[in-house]
């Protein structure tokens, strides 16, 4: 019964990491379709948020068969209980990610500057994403906590996408439309750091029995 369990995790521990993986890809794509004025390619994240959102059902459903048909001791119930909530992140990660290629078909005709801070913060995020799914499959608290703190660098560049378009703005005002948009675009990367954040947070939970949340 015990082997059959712990295939069943590793499957998870699988579902899980593709799931990432779809998640980073995201980020990725949408952030280069902004950023090289790339219509296709922000159409296709947009029609392939749906695997996110159908991968998210296939851990769900996995995770309720553990639940329900086997006999999860303690830390198996926090590592599935954590799995349930970091799905929600990642599906949100998904729908964050087509909201920029959104950003990026409206953007596609402008004649707007590269923003050299905005792919920053789009790595940033992708790594804080990589890192959180790796430490739930590794059950590794020293680099749940580095993605926990490393949510600084990203809420770091947001400010400084924001000063920088304060400036372009105050220089040039008939570009404020554009410089919104972007400015949501980071707002969106740094919604996704919160997203890895949470998610390594619960890698805390799944580890310890107790979420960060709940100290002091």
């Known amino acids: ?48 948020d749906r695997e996110v959102d159908q991968k998210e059902r296939d851990v769900e459903s996995l995770c309720l068969k553990l ?26 990660i998904g729908d964050q990610a087509a909201d920029i290629s959104e950003i990026a078909l409206i953007l596609k005709d402008r004649d707007i500057e590269k923003a050299d801070h905005i792919a920053q913060m789009a790595a940033a995020a992708i790594r804080m994403v990589t890192d959180s799914v790796d430490a739930y ?26 000063e920088d378009l304060i400036a372009k703005i105050a220089a040039d005002p008939t570009c404020g439309g554009e410089a919104l948009d972007l400015l949501m675009v980071a707002k969106y990367l740094e919604r ?23 100290e002091g």
């Not at 639940?67 to 949100?92: C, F, G, H, N, W």
């Not at 059950?139 to 400010?159: E, N, P």
């Open 137 to 162: 499959v590794r059950q590794d608290l020293d680099l749940a906590r580095s993605v926990i703190h490393y949510d600084d660098i990203v809420d770091d560049l947001f400010v400084r996408i924001r």
């Open 67 to 92: 639940l329900l048909r086997q006999q999860p001791v303690a830390r198996d119930l926090r590592q599935i209980s954590a799995a349930l909530k970091m799905i929600t992140d990642m599906e949100r």
């Open 1 to 48: 019964m015990r082997n059959k369990f712990d295939e069943q995790l590793a499957t998870l521990n699988e579902e899980l990491t593709q799931m990432g993986c779809l998640c980073e890809q995201a980020i990725a794509l949408a952030s280069k379709a902004l950023l090289d004025k790339d219509d296709k390619l922000a159409r296709e994240v947009i029609a392939a």
């Open 192 to 214: 996704i750091g919160d997203h890895a954040t949470n998610i390594a947070e619960w890698v805390e939970f799944s580890i310890l029995g107790r979420h960060p949340e709940d």
